[in-house]
């Protein structure tokens, strides 16, 4: 039996039994999401298509499926999927930039041996792919601070109506800087495990820090974490704004109407 | 009371200026800092275009191919201030090579010649990229420290403490026969503890979350290793751990447990600050509502974090599966050689999480009644 077909099920069984009619959907939604980035990579082999532009539209797609099927459609999804786009839009524009001025594209030296059989003149832009494999990896934690702040948000709302704009703000910032610290410890941990192997090779071929910090691979992986961790810090003050302007604008419209 | 408020603004900005100070200090230093390489490092000054063709494999892949010719003056060395000359081809799509500005600055090797006075010419090997890596580092570091305040500068402290950790860790396993497992274990329990005392400080809440994220991560490593000798793992390809010289199962292994490491701890303290606060609303709540409760924040936490593990993952390995589906490598066989640890790792990751929901919320009840006795 396949290794990944046992484990699927697996967690597939756990997520049904722990987290019972909502694991189902939390499970379908890695399904449909994971369908949703292969398509995109099967589009990103188009020369024709530009990757940045192709990661934006899976974004908005991953958002739609993340908030709206797990969750159902309400203000408080609304205002998440809105804060999510305005961060990732930003978030892109400064990754575009730095993958750009520090020429991180392409391949590092741990893979000459694996890729010398292939082409590489494909003609696919690889500085945009290298800013659409960074976002992309952010994207699962951006909308992770986004869904928990709206929703504690909306709950202080509704235990206190009468709250002013600045104080729900506030609020929602300090709820953000709990998640803070978990969720960038939770990408470094990620990272680190999946460059493990990485860390290992340049420690055998003992290269100096000098070495380390300059190479490709390394400097692509610690940028990585850095881009990551801005979007986290990034989508805080700007979910909390979304929402306390969009919950007081909702609760001036009521007030006005009664 | 006056004087205690004064003092603590005083501090503050003794910490700004401080960091103020490193700031500018640090990135002085990596745009100066020639003289600290043993690589020759040169400056380009000047880029030409000399030739510009159209390429087209066997797979009818189109690019540009351009060569450019470069003059760059070497910034260290005993060359130093000299010209030297280069010639470069690169593509427009730029997967192993790519296209020189002026102000770059580069590793070359300068190739050696009888003749003084002749022209230097030489080979590059990299560009120099650590101004990059500083400068974002440094937003980084103001984006947390602005939004996050004191928890910003304790989660920093935190990834800081913790890649020593690891760096010390892997300098031990490269250097010695330690079993990397075993090394991973300890490396486990100190991750653990730093972390989440510093996000969390120390407290009954804390305890409950660390004895949580341990149980949860063994037993999903345990789960793990069982699937993969029941199965003499049938499906996984470690070609893409090849460039190692060492045994790549068991360092696929230890990935394994600290990458599900994070995402368990964030289950873990998630669901006992929750509990907590519950708690401290209503000393009186019983076990059932706490557990009621618990679960419904356990479920709502629940896909997010295995998302977040999954993006990570699967996201590193786009760039090479554009390049095998380019060069019409068949699907199933790209997928498998590019994806199985990635997959496996995700996956193993999002049993962790699953699991450490009901563990630490037990651990959660348990230390919550045990506060409650007192």
């Known amino acids: 039996m396949n290794v990944l077909v046992l484990l699927t099920a697996i ?10 009619k909502k694991g189902v959907r939390s499970f379908l939604s ?21 990757p940045v532009i192709l990661t934006l539209i899976a974004c908005t797609v991953i958002c739609w499926i993340s908030l709206f099927f797990i969750n159902e459609m309400s203000s408080k999804t609304i205002t998440a999927f809105i804060s999510t786009m ?28 694996e890729i010398s059989i292939f082409s590489l003149y494909i003609g696919v832009n690889y500085v945009q792919i290298g800013a659409s494999v960074i976002i992309m990896s952010t994207i699962g934690a951006i909308l992770d601070v986004a869904i928990s702040i709206a929703t504690s948000i909306h709950e202080i709302l509704h235990h206190n109506p009468l709250i002013s704009r600045k104080k729900l703000f506030t609020s929602g910032l300090s709820i953000g800087k709990d998640i803070l610290g978990t969720d960038t410890n939770t990408l470094f941990f990620a990272f680190f495990g999946g460059y493990l192997s990485l860390l290992i090779w340049f420690k055998d071929l003992s290269y100096s820090i000098g070495e ?45 109407a009664s | 009371m006056e004087n205690i408020t004064k003092k603590k603004t005083y501090n503050k900005v003794l910490f700004y200026i401080l ?22 490092i040169a400056e380009v000054i000047k880029t030409e275009l000399t030739d510009s063709t159209t390429e087209s494999d066997m797979y ?38 790519q296209e020189y500005h002026v102000g770059d600055k580069l590793f070359v090797t300068i190739k050696a010649s009888t003749d003084k006075n002749a022209d230097l010419t030489g080979t590059i090997l990299d560009v120099k990229r650590d101004q990059f ?8 570091i103001f984006a947390l420290l602005i939004v996050g305040k004191r928890q910003g500068l304790f989660s920093i402290i935190s990834l800081i403490v913790n890649s020593v950790v690891l760096s010390f860790a892997l300098d031990l396993y490269v250097n010695s026969n330690i079993n990397l497992i075993f090394i991973c274990g300890v490396c486990v329990l100190l991750f653990t503890g730093i972390s989440l005392i510093l996000i969390n400080g120390l407290n009954e809440k804390t305890y409950a979350a660390i004895v949580a994220t341990l149980l949860g991560t063994v037993i999903s490593l345990l789960i793990s290793a069982l699937v993969l000798w029941v199965t003499s793992e049938n499906g996984l390809r470690y070609e893409e751990m090849q460039f190692l010289t060492r045994p790549y199962r068991v360092i696929f292994m230890a990935g394994l447990f600290i990458g599900a490491l994070g995402a368990v701890m964030d289950v873990s303290i998630t669901m006992a600050s929750s509990m907590f606060a519950l ?8 076990d059932q509502a706490l557990k009621t409760s618990g679960m419904d924040i356990g479920k709502d936490v629940m896909g997010t974090i295995t998302s977040i593990l999954f993006f990570v993952y699967i996201s590193g390995s786009i760039p090479m599966l554009i390049l095998y589906l380019k060069n019409s490598y068949p699907l199933g066989q790209t997928l498998s050689l590019n994806l199985s640890l990635e997959l496996a790792r995700a996956l193993a990751g999002g049993i962790g999480v699953v699991l450490t929901i009901p563990i630490s919320l037990y651990t959660s009840i348990f230390f919550i009644n045990r506060k409650r006795a007192k």
Not at chain 2, 34 to 40: D, L, N, V
Not at chain 2, 279 to 286: G, K, L, P, V, W
């Open chain 1, 212 to 256: 380390i910090i300059n190479s490709k691979v390394f400097s692509t992986e610690i940028i990585m974490i850095f881009c990551a961790g801005i979007g986290i810090a990034l989508i805080i003050p700007i979910t909390s704004s979304v929402n306390a302007y969009y919950l007081i604008k909702k609760r001036e419209k009521t007030e006005n």
């Open chain 1, 86 to 113: 305005i961060t990732i839009v930003i978030l892109l524009l400064f990754i575009v930039f730095v993958t750009e001025k520090s020429m991180l594209r392409g391949f590092g030296g741990e893979s000459t041996e």
């Open chain 1, 30 to 50: 890695l399904f449909l999401n994971f369908g949703v980035l292969f398509i995109t990579i099967f589009l990103m082999t188009n020369p024709k298509n530009s």
């Open chain 2, 279 to 286: 708690f401290e609303q209503n000393q009186d709540i019983s």
């Open chain 2, 133 to 140: 890596v500083l400068i974002v580092a440094w937003i980084f």
């Open chain 1, 11 to 20: 967690l597939f069984i756990l997520m049904i039994v722990i987290g019972g």
């Open chain 2, 19 to 40: 960091i103020a100070i490193c700031f500018i200090a640090s990135v002085f230093f990596v745009y100066h800092n020639e003289a600290f390489y043993a690589r020759p």
């Open chain 2, 60 to 97: 009818n892949n189109e690019d540009h191919l351009y060569t450019q010719r470069i003059t760059a003056v070497l910034k260290n060395g005993e060359e130093k201030g000299r010209n030297i000359y280069f010639t470069n081809q690169y593509s427009s799509s730029g997967a192993f090579d």
